[in-house]
């Protein structure tokens, strides 16, 4: 057992030890009081899936388990096409009875240190809560946008050429044809994770709980992307559940596709990035409505010069980062030398602009979303030199808008 010496003594001792196989059903019911789910057997076949005990983390405070953290792996994809391994943290909770005890700390701070132990560069997460893991040195990544679509007054421009090759296919074929399609999407785009084959089974098993009223998924598939979505019958709305698309072709066809969709009066989308290319292709850009924006993906940068020397950059790059990282102490100075065709990042001695940055700051910077002017208004990156801070503005911009396409 790892017993924490960051918890508090005025309470009963709460050990930390990795989890076994048999644990899943008290994780799963300590997961869902934090989250007032009830986890059923077939839900636990589903978790079974993805589930690797050696990666989840129990906290015990005699014969209780009072928090739980995990991850699951997966590769994602940096600006420049590099994809690099990273942890997904998942299922992070802490019992009412025992909050604000250092759990949540200790949990997290033995997770990450073995992280670091496993070579990785960067950890990711998706947050129930906007406040929490800042303090831990996360930084939003990557956005999503709710839109709503009047199908029956949205269409594409004229010129926009429709080049056909949509199809209407089943669940068992979308099963054979979308890994490929995705891996060729995620190897575009800036924050893309990766799906195991225990992913694509969990995600396509179209539980009636995952419905909330709707039809099961239907699924329209070209070449180059595919679509899943829903019909809600009863609002006539069509519930876009995912889009994934390699080529602009396949986003032209398929978009045209789904709003010929006959007896929808609305289209909605949850998971529509915070830049899109659709309101672009829109004869009236007014019929596609953002009704919600919220963060996504959160980055952690757990090794500076691995995660920084492993993407591209915009603009040709020299500067010494000055990086603040109270949590793990994997902070220092580090002169990151890149530009479009590859980059650097060492320990730093000297003899370029600083600019300092925590690592929350270069998380939301790390996959090309973030904006470093807007991070340096708000203080949460300090540059001297005006003109360091612009070329690290325009070096950092990635081409896409970062998208992490799986809920983790």
Not at 84 to 98: E, R
């Amino acid at each position: 057992m790892l017993h924490s010496d960051a918890l508090r003594p005025a309470h009963a001792p709460v050990d930390l030890r990795q989890a076994v196989a048999a644990d899943l059903p008290v994780i799963a019911e300590v997961d869902g009081r934090a989250f007032g789910m009830h986890y059923s057997d077939a839900d636990l076949d589903d978790v079974r899936l993805l589930f690797e005990p050696d990666r989840f983390l129990m906290a015990r405070a005699g014969d209780d388990t009072v928090g739980v953290t995990g991850s699951f792996p997966f590769d994602v994809t940096l600006p420049g096409g590099a994809a690099v391994a990273a942890a997904g943290v998942t299922w992070v909770s802490v019992a009412v009875t025992h909050r604000r005890r250092g759990i949540l700390r200790a949990m997290l701070a033995a997770q990450h240190r073995g992280f670091v132990d496993d070579g990785l560069a960067v950890s990711l997460l998706t947050a129930s809560e906007g406040g929490i893991y800042g303090r831990f040195g996360y930084g939003i990544a990557t956005e999503h946008r709710t839109v709503e679509i009047d199908r029956r007054r949205a269409a594409l421009r004229k010129d926009v050429e429709d080049t056909g090759g949509v199809r209407e296919v089943g669940t068992a074929e979308l099963r054979r044809l979308a890994p490929d399609i995705h891996r060729r999407w995620a190897a575009l785009t800036p924050g893309a994770l990766s799906r195991s084959d225990g992913w694509w089974d969990t995600l396509l098993a179209d539980r009636e709980h995952q419905r909330h009223g709707a039809t099961p998924l239907f699924h329209l598939v070209h070449p180059d992307g595919y679509v899943s979505y829903r019909r809600d019958n009863a609002t006539r709305t069509c519930r876009i559940v995912e889009v994934v698309t390699a080529s602009d072709e396949a986003y032209v066809a398929l978009w045209s596709t789904v709003l010929a969709i006959d007896l929808v009066d609305t289209v909605s989308c949850r998971s529509m990035a915070a830049a899109e290319p659709l309101s672009h292709l829109l004869a009236d850009p007014r019929q596609m409505r953002t009704v919600d924006q919220r963060d996504g993906m959160w980055a952690r940068v757990l090794d500076v010069p691995a995660a920084l020397a492993a993407r591209r950059y915009t603009v040709e790059l020299d500067v010494v980062l000055d990086v603040h990282d109270p949590f793990l102490d994997r902070g220092g100075r580090f002169r990151l030398r890149g530009g479009p065709d590859g980059a650097e990042c060492v320990p730093a001695e000297g003899g370029a602009p600083v600019v300092g940055v925590g690592t929350a700051a270069l998380g939301t910077l790390l996959f090309g979303g973030g904006h470093a002017g807007a991070l340096a208004r708000a203080g949460l990156l300090r540059a001297d030199d005006p003109a360091a801070l612009r070329r690290l503005d325009a070096a950092f911009r990635a081409d896409r808008t970062p998208q992490h396409g799986t809920e983790f």
